[in-house]
């Protein structure tokens, strides 16, 4: 099976400039996995738990790099979940006037 959750989007602390370690600002996360789902077995991801981790997570660590908060949301979820396949972006829609700035892994 392959999971996506799309435009989750919530305000953090992250960014290196002084600015943004003192202000929350928006980000967006997108991510993808796949994992091996069986009608047999009672094994199944649940999609709001993994939100709710993520969040947790980013809103927690207070990531300087947009590479770190990748980095970490990876292992955390790779630890938690039996996970093949991640994808994740983060985006910060509002850092620089005229684009989206993101970071995938």
Partial sequence: MKVNINNLTF????GILP???KKRQQIIVDISFKYIYNKKSTYFI???KVIELVKK????EKYYLIEDALLGVSQLLKTNFNIKKLKIKITKPDIIKDCKVS???
């Fill in 11 to 14: 305000k953090t602390i992250i």
């Fill in 46 to 48: 649940d999609y709001s």
């Fill in 19 to 21: 600015f943004e370690r």
């Fill in 57 to 60: 997570n980013i809103k927690k």
């Fill in 103 to 105: 970071v995938s892994l």
